[in-house]
């Protein structure tokens, strides 16, 4: 093994039909070798209320029932990052879950989300807009749809405010290997290594277990999580990234910055976790992804294989945020 770290009536029926048909091509090609970068959580269990945990070098506790209250999630080192305001810490029943939940007070988010830390605030609002609209759909966007159509316009600008003030950090080990734990996607969206130590190979996936099973599932921002790649991923994604591999792409550079971090309005892109990266190429590509800025990004991914992205994903991963 190689290894490097770096229904009921006719109308109803009528209307489920149509909806479906209309999501088939999305859906379609999520599951198309790319199943293992939508990961869909299972049916929910009821959740622990009495067993208070705790995280290293944290003094507070929560059940794990409190650590999924999507309106009250755990602020585990509130010492670590400016005030929260209301609706990233707490949401606003009964649609708009608490910012903080999926994308933590850190910013730096979970597999299943995003990072958001260190985001320009027009950028985030323009993404709040688009999913309000109906711009970004798929099989992981339902949430954000739900939650932006909830949203009032002063929280959105609070919530955006919170996020770009914050220092973006490493929430991922990117590691190329051959072969990865065999794995199973569980609560929250996460993926975790079953038992036994079984392995099986990578072929052309990224799979991300957290560093610490239980500390993820109390969603501890001091611990992350490792993205195996496979081996070659960081050099070929080097390669499209800063040269477009003859025509293949468009250098992310020129819109991006020369160090990746951004310029202006335009987002960084380092050091974002590769899974979510391949997440936003693709939908770009499919259609998933709409609106203005779309139009800058179609030359770039419209050629692009799925090795391609996850090559360009495992580089910008692997790199400094």
Known sequence: MSRRVVTTSNRLRHFVLVALLASLPIVALAADGLDWAYPVPPKPEPLD???LKQVPDSTRAYTQAQIDD???????????????????????????????????PTGNGHPESSSLAGLPVPYLLRQMAVFKSGGR??????????IAQGISDDDALAASQYFAALEPGIATQ????????????????????????????????????????????????????????PVGSIARGEVLVTTGDGGKTIPCAICHGEALKGLGEVPSIAGRPPIYVVRQLNDMKTGARSGISMALMKAVVDKLTVEDMVAIAAYLGSRAP
């Open 49 to 51: 209320n009495l067993v």
């Open 174 to 229: 990117v590691t190329e290997t051959d072969t990865v734990p065999k794995s199973y996607v569980g609560s929250g969206a996460m993926r975790f290594a079953e038992p036994g130590a079984e392995k099986e190979p990578i072929g052309n996936r990224i799979i991300v277990v957290p560093q610490d099973e239980a500390r993820a599932k109390s969603r501890d921002p001091h611990s992350g999580f490792i993205d195996y790649v």
């Open 137 to 146: 759909k798929g099989v992981r966007a339902a949430t954000m749809i739900t």
């Open 70 to 104: 999507p309106f009250e999630p755990p602020d585990w080192f509130p010492d670590e990052h400016p005030p929260m305001p209301q609706v990233v810490a707490q949401g606003s029943k009964p649609a708009v879950r608490a910012c903080a939940q999926c994308h933590l």
